[in-house]
């Protein structure tokens, strides 16, 4: 984990948290591809951390072990929330793709726990900031050939109950991984158990579009901004966006 600070941190308050999980299908992929959102939210009041977790193309692991990663952080976060001078009741999940899948994972399933875990301490994220997310891990979804059978444990579209937390998600409708009537689909059906659910398109856009660019940063501010708001509209953030 990279955890990163306001600038004029004090000891003696507690931070809300948003935590980064990097996309790369499960396989692979870099710790460092959400640093400008960190960077961004940090400067915002937020402490934003960077987590690391097993992939495939380094560890061996499958989609499960992954899955065991994330919600492990939300719950060492939590459960170290106060030398760390978090809000344990406000810790944001964020991430894009297969790390969007994370994020939304850590907040509906209700399995996959490491086994030396203390389930005591809960792995649900308070709020999600999803990015072009793997919602559905079902046969005509992303990632069912990895999964299999199990989709069931492992898939957030298939394990939305009441309660799940506010939720933004942002894609592109040229997004080939991740179609529109998915993310449609998602929002409905967390609309349905009485969630919040902002979905945001942008036209003409594919995968990885919110990334932040060498020679363009137009949907990483617009997504950015729009996180912002959201984060706002919870009273996680306050005074107005900086992009």
């Not at 402490?47 to 952080?73: M, Q």
């Not at 719950?75 to 406000?90: G, I, T, V």
């Not at 003409?204 to 990334?211: A, I, R, S, T, V």
Request: aromatic share 12%; with cysteine; charged share 25%.
């Amino acid at each position: 984990m990279i955890l990163r600070y306001p600038p004029n941190f004090e000891k003696s308050k507690k931070y809300p948290a948003i935590i980064f999980f990097f996309g790369g299908g499960w396989k692979g992929g870099k710790i460092s591809q959400f640093k400008p959102q960190a960077e961004y939210f940090a400067q915002r009041g937020m402490i934003t951390v960077l987590a690391d977790y097993r992939v495939k193309s380094r560890h061996g692991t499958t989609p499960f072990e992954a899955v065991n990663d994330a919600k492990s952080a939300i719950r060492y976060l939590r459960e170290h929330a106060e030398e760390l001078n978090m809000n344990p009741q406000k810790i944001v999940a964020s991430g894009g793709s297969a790390g969007g899948h994370l994020a939304a994972a850590t907040a509906t399933l209700p399995s996959l726990d490491e086994p030396d875990e203390n389930l005591k301490i809960s792995s649900k994220a308070n709020a999600l900031v999803l990015f072009n997310p793997v919602f559905d891990n079902g046969p005509d979804g992303y990632g069912y050939e990895r999964v299999g059978e199990r989709f069931l444990e492992i898939s957030p579209m298939h394990n939305i109950r009441k309660g799940a937390p506010p939720t933004i998600v942002f894609l592109g409708t040229e997004d080939k991984l991740i179609p529109v009537k998915t993310a449609e689909t998602y929002k409905a059906k967390m609309e349905a158990v009485g969630s919040r659910c902002d979905l945001h398109l942008y036209k003409g856009q594919k995968h990885g579009f919110f990334n932040q660019k060498k020679h363009s940063h137009e949907y990483y501010n617009k997504t950015v901004r729009e996180a912002d708001l959201f984060l706002i509209s919870l009273d996680y953030l306050k005074g107005k966006p900086q992009l």
